[in-house]
């Protein structure tokens, strides 16, 4: 591995001076950074979420939560950065490779569904959050975090004057040392480390302000996704296996070496997990923003940002239906341990194979090595806003360029199935008396440096899109609020790719250009006031983007046939809302989403072993729900906030099938209950403050009702909860100490889809059996001290 930045030493010393300043506090305002307030519901606002604990994730201790909106997460934007996103696309380009909630960020919030669609076409809530402006005097601010699995991780943040004409400066320092839920990752010390910088310049003048901001982060995640083995009992229910604790154990090879195949060429490779090739993430952002207030009221605001990446991405995905016990090999099977002897004794039996025998449960896994790449991002977005009269206007103007290559190299090998797996070696013998050669049996090594051969891809992309949108708030009377919302976007862009499924690429690259596109969102929202207290609310949705797939030609069999279609989201909800002082505000609304002409792949394997891809294969989502949102503060120092959703969230018209000799095979999911979805979602948070508000007891809990485990619905998961709670103490204005436990109930078990269990049609023959989800994060001690000076 390259090595690092050396900033580690210069980063303690520059802490450890800012801690010795803290001694020396002064009394400054509060500045709030919390997500989730208790402020009365402002149901008129459409454009902020509150009371959305987004921060508090039981995935990841660096990631915000998924909120759940009836439609499964894939990989839109979740995160933005003054007023622009993090990354243009999540794939292969991670947000927090880019981003990271820390005390460089001065404002944090949650974007509407209808605010994520008017203003950059997304599906689904944002993280807003805004980093810290210069202060009129010297500012700093500090925290240190450790947890009970021994990570370090520590930030800085100072701010100040540069004379006495508006201008002034921001600088910071964060530092990660992640070991994450203490899993024993034999090939790494850390799970995570990341580490940022980031200095700005700020100008404010009479009419406005202007800034400019540097950021710079290295962030190399040694380990990505978090799969278990583990035993379906049936009926909903699992259990660990004999010496592997989900959630504890790596289910990753101990060597962190994979096997792979060039996607160009086919050699055979092996890959390093730790090596900056396959995880190291660079990135280098300039950010321009700033406001400007007109004379006639009327004000500007603006940001701008360029950002040159190197990403990486390595994924090891185990394939669960694919896990055999050692009984049910066949006796012409043998596995042996990659890489323990280096000769073959070809003289004897068919069994003497390379390396020793091993007699366990087999899994076999597909390496995803989508090797450093480099990202040119260039995204702009400037709004006007006035208000004449009743009527709040605003016209804004979007524009990005995203231009990147995805290299995928890809290869299957066999593992041992315990914590820290082997590769394996797969080898069988074959029968020689099919060729006249008598009774006699001779070896074959299906695989090459331990894994089998998998065609990878490449593709080169480069996108731009220029977007305006106008939006009015406008009251009619004392009773009526309306919202209106449009946006029109135009897409251009050009791909290179490989046109071969399923064959390596041997520089047989094809490039389509695609042209004026449009991508269109149309929003609308209203509020009957009936009494001061009480109204009625609705909203609508449309927003539908070009998406474009392939299909075969016949006569050459590439894959250059160029087609589109819309994908479209819809959202549909109306309810009532009710103030109450403070002892209740509640909302509550009926939604409809549904998101059309969604475009899968799937392959179907027959019984004897041959294996047919179906694409493109179209279908759709809808989800109808009733959400209840309530916050209270039943008596002095007491803070509840209550979310309760039912839901109904299943496929429509996804279908496919095709024709091997001995007849058709087909699957039909449509009406199914999506995985990863739970149709009963609870949220309970409550907080108590105690001695004079300095310190603050809270609980934050999660149920996720039971969710499907395939798209098929032959195996389910009971449902479970995810718990947080915690003490904050304000030892004095400028000091604070933070101890929170996530998992304090110790909830063990799975979730999620399973890896290849979309054409189970009987879980009854895998119940007893070994199968691989994800697992739910452990209980972890967490303790934060913040500093103000």
Do not use: C
């Amino acid at each position: 591995m390259k090595k690092r930045i050396s900033v580690y030493g210069f980063s303690l010393v520059f802490l450890g001076i800012f801690l010795m300043l803290s001694s020396k506090m002064i009394a400054q305002e509060k500045e709030s950074t919390e997500v989730a307030k208790n402020d009365t519901v402002k149901v008129i606002n459409t454009k902020e979420e509150k009371n959305r604990n987004v921060m508090l994730s039981a995935e990841s201790a660096t990631m915000p939560r998924q909120l759940n909106i009836g439609l499964p997460f894939q990989g839109d934007i979740l995160i933005m950065e003054n007023d622009l996103p993090v990354v243009y696309t999540f794939w292969t380009q991670m947000p927090t490779t880019a981003w990271r909630y820390d005390q460089s960020i001065g404002r944090i919030g949650l974007m509407s569904f209808q605010e994520g669609a008017l203003t950059f076409g997304k599906v689904g809530y944002m993280v807003t959050s805004w980093d810290r402006q210069a202060s009129r005097k010297f500012k700093g601010f500090a925290s240190v975090y450790t947890s009970n699995y021994g990570t370090l991780r520590y930030d800085v943040n100072i701010s100040g004057p540069i004379g006495k004409k508006g201008w002034g400066y921001t600088a910071s320092i964060y530092e990660n040392y992640e070991h994450g839920s203490g899993t024993n990752f034999k090939y790494t010390n850390f799970q995570e480390r990341a580490e940022f910088f980031k200095v700005g310049l700020n100008k404010k003048y009479k009419n406005g302000e202007l800034s400019v901001l540097y950021k710079h982060a290295e962030v190399t995640p040694y380990v990505m996704g978090g799969y278990s083995v583990l035993q379906y009992d049936g009926k909903g229910k699992t259990s660990e296996i004999e010496d592997f604790k989900i959630g504890k154990d790596s289910y990753i090879l101990g060597s962190g070496l994979f096997p792979y195949f060039d996607y160009n060429t086919g050699e055979a490779k092996m890959g390093d997990l730790t090596s900056d090739e396959a995880s190291q993430n660079l990135t280098d952002a300039f950010y321009l923003n700033g406001e400007h207030r007109f004379k006639n009221s009327m004000k500007l605001k603006y940001s701008a940002m360029y950002m040159k990446s190197k990403a990486a991405l390595t994924i090891q995905y185990p394939l669960s239906i694919s896990i055999s016990e050692a009984s049910e090999s066949d006796v012409t099977e043998v596995y042996t341990l990659f890489g323990t002897q280096s000769d073959v004794n070809s003289s004897t039996s068919a069994y003497d194979y390379p390396g020793e025998q091993y007699n366990g449960a087999v899994q076999m896994v597909s390496s995803q090595y989508y090797p450093q790449v480099d990202i040119n991002t260039f995204t702009a977005r400037a709004e006007l806003i006035k208000k004449v009269k009743n009527h709040d206007l605003r016209g804004g103007f979007t524009y990005q360029y995203y231009s990147a290559p995805i290299v995928f190299n890809s290869g299957v090998y066999y593992q041992t199935v315990e914590a820290n797996p082997r590769l394996l070696n797969r080898t069988y013998a074959m029968d020689l008396s099919a060729y006249g050669m008598g009774t006699s049996y001779y070896p074959v090594t299906d695989a090459t440096n331990g894994g089998i051969a998998v065609a990878g891809t490449y593709s080169d992309n480069t996108y731009s899109k220029t977007a305006l949108y106008l939006s009015d708030d406008f009251t009619v009377g004392k009773r009526f609020n309306f919202g209106l919302g449009a946006r029109i976007e135009h897409e251009n862009n050009e791909v290179t790719r490989s046109i071969y499924p399923n064959e390596f690429v041997q520089d047989r690259l094809y490039t389509e250009k695609f042209k004026n596109k449009f991508n269109k969102v149309f929003i609308g929202n209203t509020v009957v006031k009936l009494t001061n207290n009480f109204g009625l609310l609705a909203d609508a949705t449309y927003n539908s983007w070009y998406n474009r797939y392939w299909e075969i030609d016949d006569a050459t069999g590439a894959e250059n046939i160029a087609n589109d279609k819309d994908l479209i989201v819809t959202n549909f909800g109306g309810g009532i809302y009710w103030n109450h002082g403070k002892l209740f505000s509640l909302v509550s609304k009926i939604t409809k989403i549904k998101k059309e002409n969604n475009i899968a792949e799937e392959t179907i394997t027959s019984a004897a072993g041959e294996s047919e891809r179906v694409y493109p294969i179209f279908y759709d989502i809808e989800t109808m729900g009733w959400s209840t949102d309530i916050i209270s503060e039943p008596f002095k120092n007491f803070n509840m906030h209550l979310l309760f959703t039912i839901q109904d969230p299943r496929y429509k018209g996804y279908s496919y099938s095709t024709h091997f000799d001995n007849g058709e095979q087909s699957y039909n999911y449509s009406d199914n209950v999506i995985p990863d979805l739970s149709k009963i979602l609870a949220e309970i948070d409550a907080s108590y403050f105690l001695f004079k508000r300095d310190v603050r007891l809270w609980a934050s809990l999660r149920y996720f009702g039971e969710q499907q485990a395939n798209k098929i619905n032959t195996i389910y998961y009971d449902g479970w909860w995810e718990n947080f709670g915690g003490i904050d103490y304000n030892m004095s204005r400028n000091v604070t100490l933070k101890f929170q436990v996530v998992n304090f109930l110790d909830q063990r078990g799975v979730k999620g889809a399973l890896v290849g269990g979309d054409q189970i049609t009987d879980a009854s023959s895998y119940v007893g059996r070994k199968l691989v989800a994800s697992g739910i994060r452990p209980r972890t001690f967490e303790l934060t001290a913040t500093f103000k000076f």
